[in-house]
């Protein structure tokens, strides 16, 4: 199957997942569930969310698939996930050899990207996926990992009303 035909697909499986997830927690884990398994270079699907209150800030590991992960907790100015939630722009790293501001947590790594989640207009937190190919993101994947983040945005702030 073609990837921009998955792509298409999938997107309309977060749509579908979006509305049926009771609580945010589901569709963040259904999120890292159906990337993981059906974007075959996904390998590692993951959120981090800012803790409340935290100081310094820090993000903390919430739902996520693949293999264990030493950083559960990032502090806000620290890796590609810090530098990701600090700026609120997504971050693609076609290598992340290649940027000092990777924290390695498994050798075969290759690229990255880190989407942020907003709530009212601020980050709470960040999709984070890890792929063992090279430059594995084109701009069809981060169209795809930004409407993931957006899904569990709005999910997020139905939450809190």
Known sequence: MPVATRIEEVHKEM???????????????????????????YNWVGFY?????????????????GAMTPHTRIPLNQGICGA??????????DDVSKDPRYLACSLETKSEIVVPVFVKGRVVGELDIDSHFCAA??????????????????KLEKSIR
Do not use: N, W
């Open 49 to 65: 969310m800012l803790e409340p209150g935290a100081r310094p800030p820090m993000l903390v590991l919430g739902a996520f698939l």
């Open 137 to 154: 993101f084109a701009v069809e994947d981060q169209q795809l990992v930004q409407y993931c983040a957006m899904l569990v945005g709005r």
């Open 84 to 93: 990701a939630a600090s700026s609120g722009q997504t971050i693609v790293v």
């Open 15 to 41: 749509t579908a997942l979006a509305e049926a997830a009771p609580t945010s927690q589901d569709l963040m884990h259904g999120v890292c569930k159906l990337l993981h398994e059906r974007m075959l270079k």
